[in-house]
């Protein structure tokens, strides 16, 4: 059974920093992040597998890394050059796919409490 916990949100400033944590335990090949904003629906913004392959939303690359997952326990997104329209919901969830049309959820996904990005 897979348990995710997102901590490291906040607000900060536009062209600001921020890294989120999400700690997990169970088993799975694809952990990732996605967030959801005022309105809007849940995007796939990184992922990573447990062979380290990472996969990153066009408005996330050069700007988004996401580490961690495999035996760590806890998978990490660090956010730089923050901008307003990163504010949104920040979810860790396992048990993602990656594949050509970038990260994507599934009928299995499991998602934690979410943690909460304002930029300003």
């Known amino acids: 059974h897979v348990q995710l916990v997102e901590s490291g949100g906040g607000s900060v400033q536009a062209g600001g920093s921020l890294r989120l944590f999400c700690e997990w335990s169970?088993?799975?090949?694809?952990l990732g992040w996605f967030r959801q904003g005022p309105g809007g629906e849940r995007e796939g913004v990184a992922g990573?597998?447990?062979?380290?392959?990472?996969d990153y939303s066009e408005s996330a690359k050069g700007r988004f890394t996401i580490s961690g997952g495999g035996a760590e326990g806890a998978i990490y997104l660090q956010m730089t050059d923050l901008k307003p329209s990163d504010t949104a919901m920040y979810y860790c969830?396992?048990?993602?796919?990656?594949?050509?049309?970038?990260?994507?959820?599934?009928?299995?996904?499991?998602w934690g409490q979410g943690t909460q990005v304002t930029v300003s």
């Open positions: 969830a396992s048990d993602c796919a990656m594949g050509p049309y970038g990260l994507g959820q599934t009928l299995l996904t499991r």
């Open positions: 169970g088993s799975s090949y694809c």
């Open positions: 990573i597998d447990s062979d380290g392959n990472t």
